[in-house]
């Protein structure tokens, strides 16, 4: 089946920059998504991005997508330890089910 | 408070027990996915229904089925419960049969089974 695969943990300083990475293999995934999932609590959705943008931002959040290589990443700017989280990429294709990640542990230490 | 809800938040039970996992959606979503999350495994995919009627089926086992009711609410049911059951259970829903848009999860339903 098509698959999409994030490294499993990532560790940084509170204030710096966090970079989740992400890829897929459908090359006709429609919408790919960034949740978050807090210990003890349900996937909660961040942002996403449809296939024909390049980068999208939100506040302290960027996703930058690049379609021919099949790779998705998010940016944390200015990484604060309420951001420490299990961080899973996910993509559909229009009225398709939802693969996920196995999520990217991140860790933010003072 | 997601506006998925998703009962009981907690269920010890012993092996070859049977259990039911309720689930309510967002207002206005028409989709429930159930999906499983365990430490080895991660994110499985075990259902979808979509209006009352099946629509996906992943990874979800024999002895485990599920259905969505007129209100929309919907129920796994777990049978003949092994340890390797024991789990996260969520649920989710969306407004279409597809994810366009995200899903929105409950807090999930922890299994213990002993």
């Known amino acids: 089946g098509e698959d999409v695969e994030q490294s499993l943990f990532l560790s940084v300083r509170e204030g710096d920059s966090s970079v989740i990475n992400c890829t897929y293999t459908d090359s006709s995934s429609t919408y790919l998504y960034w949740y978050k999932q807090e210990p003890g609590a349900g996937l909660q959705l961040l942002t996403y991005i449809f296939s024909n943008m390049d980068m999208k931002q939100d506040q302290r959040l960027t996703v930058l997508l690049n379609k021919k290589d099949k790779h998705l990443s998010l940016r944390i700017a200015d990484t604060q330890t309420g951001d420490s989280a299990i961080y899973f990429c996910?993509?559909?294709?229009?009225?398709?089910?939802?693969?996920f990640g196995a999520g990217t542990r991140l860790t933010v230490k003072p | 408070d997601s506006g998925v809800t998703q009962t009981p938040k907690h269920l010890i039970t012993a092996t070859g027990q049977r259990v039911t996992l309720r689930c309510s959606p967002r207002s206005g979503d028409l989709s429930v996915y159930w999906y499983q999350q365990s430490l080895d495994q991660g994110l499985q995919f075990l259902i979808q229904y979509y209006n009352g009627e099946e629509r996906a089926k992943g990874n979800i086992l024999e002895r485990f089925s599920a259905q969505q009711f007129p209100d929309l609410h919907s129920e796994l049911n777990l049978s003949s419960l092994e340890l390797g059951d024991s789990a996260l259970y969520f649920c989710a829903s969306s407004v279409g049969a597809g994810g366009a848009y995200g899903y929105t999860f409950g807090s999930g339903t922890r299994l213990t089974v002993v």
């Open positions: 996910a993509e559909s294709q229009s009225n398709n089910d939802m693969r």
